[in-house]
């Protein structure tokens, strides 16, 4: 996608808040529902959905990965910090996306281009 990313509106801005938040209940679902329906009609909703969407399936590979080690009792540990770091991402990712700002989570899996 070559799509220059403008000024988003702020519709753009409030919608992209909102996937980027529903992502810490709702996992990857909201992410996926505005990156399908959004992705031709606006370059940042793509870009953000998408983004958000990437996270989600991380966190989602993470928490798989963590209860397999549960079984070694390291999981439980492991569960509990990928949940605080997917909020805490999630409010930073968040924040940006209020302000306009394109955001980009650390440790993502770059699966969806």
Known sequence: MTDIITSPSNDEKNIATITHLAGTVFWFVPALVVWILKKDDSAYLADQSKEALNFQIT???AQFVAGF???ILIGFVLMGIIWLLNIIFC???AVATS????????FCLRLIN
């Open 59 to 61: 966190v989602l590979i």
């Open 69 to 71: 080690l549960a079984i």
């Open 91 to 93: 409010i930073i990712a």
């Open 99 to 106: 302000k306009g700002e394109t955001y980009r989570y650390p």
